[in-house]
């Protein structure tokens, strides 16, 4: 992490001019391209909010500026030609595939657009150096998308380099993971997380801080998401539910369903699913590990957690993609924790 932080929250990846906890692996891609051995394709992994599309952007900015040199890992100044107009979306070597809504609300990344890939990297570089594609969330692309993504990774172009990030590798095709550079990213330590949390969040108390810190798990971009949304409020009815079990008020999850489908873009129903999930993955570990766990553990076996915590995951992902009610999507996952 650089010594000094910016005392405002960074924009989005493709003008963020900062990297936190991922200087090692910049270095290695700065290393691939410095060394004449930069493979046409690389796979960004990594949690949710990690900085795996910041440190996209920030290694395709530095190719396309030429490759400057620098005390920070691939850095180009914001003041640069080259960061402004990639900022803007204006740089003409290079292409970004990000999920857009589909027909319902599902966020998908259409075949159309990734059959324009192979064009765009056919041509000539504008600025005599690379074409770079940029693929944001790449799970978002379906069977058939993917599949269109794969001949051009088998027959790149030269001087041609596409970027992945994913936070669900295993829901890409193995033929597109075995042609790519895999780079994971993991959490950031919780001192560096907490540092953030106080620079970029100074009008919350410590005591929120921290839990924002907790659970955020180690990924800046989720700590700003769940500090800008309703994280804490969330995170206190997750831990509220919990202690209700083995048998909720069937009353108080009616009043949370209706809490969570309240926000149409349906942004409470997957946070608050996601904070489950975390907090039963979590304590499913512990009382695998031998370690004191939560008293709402006891009401089954511990299979039958792991197999609720894999079933909220896929009701989650359905929910979106297929556009159910959401409030009945919550009351049905909620009911399967309770008591049988």
Known sequence: MPARLPAVIPPDPQANAFLFGHEAAARSLAAAAGEGRLHHAWLI????????????????RWLLAGRPSGDEPLAVQPEDAVFRRIAAGTHADLKILAPSAGTGVKLMIRVDEVRQVPRFLGLTAAEGGW????????????????????????????????????????????????????????????????????????????????????????????????????????????????????????????????????????????????????????????AARGAPAPRFLASRPLAEWATLWDTLGHLAIETEALNLDRKQAVLSGLSRLASR
């Open 131 to 286: 074409r770079v594609v940029v693929v944001e969330q790449a799970e978002a692309m379906n069977a058939e998308a993917q599949n269109a993504l794969l001949k051009t990774l088998e027959e790149p172009p030269a001087r041609a380099l596409i970027l992945l990030t994913t936070a669900a590798p295993d829901r890409l095709l193995p033929t597109i993971r075995s042609r790519c550079r895999r780079i994971e990213l993991f959490p950031l330590p919780e001192a560096e997380m907490l540092r953030l949390a106080e620079t970029w969040l100074p009008e919350l108390d410590a005591g929120q801080r921290r839990v924002l810190t907790e659970i955020s798990a180690g990924a800046p971009g989720r700590l700003l998401r769940l500090a800008e949304g309703d994280g804490l409020t969330l995170h206190e009815q997750v831990q509220n539910f919990l202690a209700d079990l083995p048998q909720p008020d069937p009353r108080r999850m009616h009043q949370l369903a209706d809490l969570l489908a309240a926000k149409r873009d349906g942004t409470a129903f997957v946070t608050f699913t996601e904070l489950l999930r975390d907090r039963l993955g979590s304590a499913i570990r512990q």
């Open 45 to 60: 992994s990594g949690p949710s909010g990690v900085g795996k599309a910041t440190l996209a952007y920030r290694f395709a």
